[in-house]
T-cell receptor, first 116, second 113 residues
Framework: DQQVKQNSPSLSVQEGRISILNCDYT??????FLWYKKYPAEGPTFLIS?????DKNEDGRFTVFLNKSAKHLSLHIVPSQPGDSAVYFC???????????????FGKGTKLSVIP | DTGVSQDPRHKITKRGQNVTFRCDPI?????LYWYRQTLGQGPEFLTY????????KSRLLSDRFSAERPKGSFSTLEIQRTEQGDSAMYLC???????????FGQGTRLTVV
């Protein structure tokens, strides 16, 4: 049972436009969410995070939105650049839930291609 | 370089052999994680250490897998009697707290032939 789902395996966007990557989760205990970027043959690189007490977090060109009632989060990249082309992973954990579980649960990723 | 360091980057081994990977976390991070990633999947959690204590283990960590962090600094992941299904990227990550981002190493690519 996949607890974090990224339903779009790939996304193509023109340079300069907005990229929107989506993520859904099923475990209501999740209260901390992160986005990672990954190039081939490298480890994931942290991009941005959000805790469940917020509904938006912004860092430069990257903004993450969290809709707790819908169990949905999205990553917006504006403007998109060719160097943003990579696989993006959504991840979730439950550090505040008291369940004693600190692992990150990842989605399968979305491959973003930014076309010059 | 003060990031998470993993060694080796690549390992090719014959089925049935034992392999050991090393991870050096960011120095001030007392929390360390191991993940495994196969093609087309996101990283899957294997195990978690707080200092030298192994506090969480996934059911993916069969009895052929063992992880240690003897002095609360570097960690090793050993796979005994490797199988072809063990071929994957093994990723190590560390974090300062459980509610802060985890930083990943470059990974060790294991190929079992």
């Amino acid at each position: 049972d996949q607890q974090v789902k990224q339903n779009s395996p790939s996304l193509s966007v023109q340079e300069g436009r907005i990229s929107i990557l989506n993520c859904d989760y099923t475990n209501s205990m999740f209260d901390y969410f992160l986005w990672y970027k990954k190039y081939p043959a490298e480890g994931p690189t942290f991009l941005i995070s959000i805790s469940s007490i917020k509904d938006k977090n912004e860092d430069g060109r990257f903004t993450v939105f969290l809709n707790k009632s819908a169990k949905h989060l999205s990553l917006h990249i504006v403007p998109s650049q060719p160097g943003d082309s990579a696989v993006y992973f959504c991840a979730a954990s439950a550090p505040y839930s008291g369940a004693g579980s600190y692992q990150l649960t990842f989605g399968k990723g979305t491959k973003l291609s930014v076309i010059p | 370089d003060t990031g998470v360091s993993q060694d080796p980057r690549h390992k090719i081994t014959k089925r049935g052999q034992n392999v050991t990977f090393r991870c050096d976390p960011i120095s001030e991070h007392n929390r360390l994680y191991w993940y495994r990633q196969t093609l087309g999947q996101g990283p899957e959690f294997l195990t978690y250490f707080q200092n030298e204590a192994q506090l969480e283990k996934s059911r993916l960590l069969s009895d052929r897998f063992s992880a240690e962090r003897p002095k609360g600094s570097f960690s090793t992941l050993e796979i005994q009697r490797t199988e072809q299904g063990d071929s994957a990227m093994y990723l190590c990550a560390s974090s300062l707290r459980v509610d802060t981002e985890a930083f990943f190493g470059q990974g060790t690519r294991l190929t079992v032939v």
